[in-house]
């Protein structure tokens, strides 16, 4: 049994940074990738950033590039997304995911995921 826990959202002012963790309960030995998706009010989820197992391969939404960090320590089944620069259009519940090959930008691609934590950036 998969089971992920996102902890780190609250609220934060424009231009500030938020850092969210993903705890991971998985089988020993499991190789996974991860991603971050989230979902604003009255929109569908999207893609946020992915992580490869080894970390050595990483993706962005356009929306974030060079804003957020992907990251990921292995050895305590955790990642992370470091989100700087944040703008009120970043607010939305962020949800951690697992994908057993992957990484993808696709939802469809992953096989579990956390229940979300709510990021609210103020104007």
């Known amino acids: 049994q998969v089971q992920l826990v996102e902890s780190g959202g609250g609220l934060v002012q424009a231009g500030g940074s938020l850092s969210l963790s993903c705890a991971a309960s998985?089988?020993?030995?499991?190789?996974?990738?991860m991603g971050w998706f989230r979902q604003a009010p009255g929109k569908e989820r999207e893609f946020v950033a992915a992580i490869s197992w080894g970390g050595g391969t990483t993706y962005y939404a356009d929306s974030v590039k060079g804003r957020f960090i992907i990251s990921r320590d292995n050895a305590k089944n955790t990642f992370y997304l470091q989100m700087n620069s944040l703008k009120p259009e970043d607010t939305a519940v962020y949800s951690c995911?697992?994908?057993?090959?992957?990484?993808?930008?696709?939802?469809?691609?992953?096989?579990?995921w956390g229940q979300g934590t709510q990021v609210t950036v103020s104007s």
């Open positions: 995911a697992l994908d057993w090959s992957g990484p993808s930008d696709r939802i469809d691609d992953y096989d579990y």
């Open positions: 998985v089988h020993p030995f499991s190789t996974y990738s």
